[in-house]
């Protein structure tokens, strides 16, 4: 399977899934900090991707996404964006709303 491969099935396994540099409960960098903070705060459970532990798709993402920087959010296939859009969502309530509509549509999906 190809990287590009392995980052569509990621996409689509997942309904909410952020790649990050780290992990949750260690982000490695202050962006990936205040955006898994940010999906942590919805209550809704999430993927994620460490992209320090997966160099290839460090490398290509970025190209696959047309989005140059980490973290980046993905929900229902489409990508949200990075730690400053995620943060704006957050503030005005929005990412709440996106999150957990995207967990209700995977938990009755589940449940079919």
């Known amino acids: 399977m190809s990287v590009v491969d392995t980052i569509k099935e990621q996409i689509e396994s997942n309904s909410i899934l952020l790649y990050m540099k780290g992990t949750p409960r260690f982000p490695q960098c202050g962006f990936s900090s205040r955006a898994s903070e940010a999906l ?4 809704e459970r999430f993927a994620f991707v ?10 290509e993402l ?3 996404a047309n989005w140059p ?16 859009i995620i943060c704006e969502m957050a503030e005005s309530g929005a990412l709440q709303e996106l999150v957990s509509a995207a967990a209700k549509q995977q938990s009755d999906s589940e449940e079919a």
């Open 69 to 84: 920087t980490f973290p980046q959010l993905w929900v229902n296939g489409e990508l949200v964006g990075g730690c400053d």
């Open 50 to 59: 460490n992209i320090l532990e997966a160099p290839e798709i460090r490398a």
């Open 40 to 43: 942590v705060a919805c209550g």
């Open 62 to 64: 970025p190209k696959y």
